[in-house]
């Protein structure tokens, strides 16, 4: 029973470590698609370029937390001193990681609810709309 145990965690530990490997290659690749075109295009604002990066660093913390769980299940039967190393400097990794995209992505909503309240507000009184925050090039 337990080899069998054994056997099955070793092989869910390898998909949850290529769905982790799948998240990076397909950020990656998103990142590539959207952030080329954004960074030749004339009119592209640093919103726009910030948004490809949250979106790179979205799949960069999914793969993390897949990577977490795969060790977690792979150090299940036989965890070594190295393991148990790994895994916590992943979970470090991937905690600050977190922190500071959420934190990121606050101050993106933010910049844009500021930007949208400042566009009606010019829209309300006539006015021309003014660059915002976020918008230099």
Do not use: K
């Not at 148990?84 to 990794?93: C, D, M, N, P, T």
């Amino acid at each position: 029973m337990e080899e069998l145990l054994h056997t099955a965690a070793h092989a869910i530990s390898l998909l949850v470590e290529a769905i982790a490997i799948g998240c990076v290659a397909f950020g990656a690749l998103e990142a590539l698609v959207r952030g080329v075109p954004t960074l030749f295009r004339g009119d592209a604002t640093g919103m726009d370029r910030r948004d490809v990066w949250l979106r790179f660093a979205r799949w960069l913390v999914a793969a993390l937390t897949f990577q977490l769980g795969a060790d977690i299940v792979s150090t299940s039967f036989s965890a070594t001193w190295e393991d148990i190393g790994r895994l916590a400097a992943i979970a470090v990794v991937r905690t600050f990681l977190s922190y500071f995209l959420d934190r990121e992505v606050d101050e993106t909503r933010e910049l844009q609810y500021a930007r949208a309240r400042e566009r009606r507000a010019e829209r309300a009184d006539g006015r021309p709309p003014a660059s915002a925050p976020g918008d230099e090039p």
